[in-house]
Nanobody, 122 residues
Framework: QLQIVQSGGGSVQPGGSLRLSCTAS??????VGWFREAPGKGREGLSC????????RIHQSVSGRFTISRENAKSSVYLQMNNLKEDDTGIYYC?????????????????WGQGTQVTVSA
């Protein structure tokens, strides 16, 4: 289990941008995914990146607006979120797992960050 620490998030108007970060000792040895839990909904996978960035997956709901990246030298992974919409409001989680797959399933990830709130509102 990794101790993942998240940062970033906050409140922004529609059309705005935010960048989320997560870091953990050893994170660079794992695939990493970003998930969102919207109010009243389950946790959904948004994007993931493989250990050496050779593979990326992105959910169609955020494709073209969200970008995942990583800096293994810093054991950090980022989620750049642009053109945010009110529907993007929720708690965002970073998680580490073995593989980045198109399933973007929570069951594929074993270590989770504490979550960070993102609120998009006019």
């Amino acid at each position: 289990q990794l101790q993942i620490v998240q940062s970033g998030g906050g409140s922004v108007q529609p059309g705005g941008s935010l960048r989320l970060s997560c870091t953990a000792s050893g994170l660079n040895f794992n695939a990493v995914g970003w998930f969102r839990e919207a109010p009243g909904k389950g946790r959904e996978g948004l994007s993931c990146i493989s250990q050496y960035s050779s593979d990326h997956r992105i959910h169609q709901s955020v494709s073209g607006r969200f970008t995942i990246s990583r800096e293994n030298a810093k054991s950090s992974v980022y989620l750049q979120m642009n053109n945010l919409k009110e529907d993007d409001t929720g708690i965002y989680y970073c998680a580490a797992g073995r593989h980045c797959t198109s399933h973007l399933a929570t069951r594929e990830y074993t270590s989770w960050g504490q979550g960070t709130q993102v609120t998009v509102s006019a």
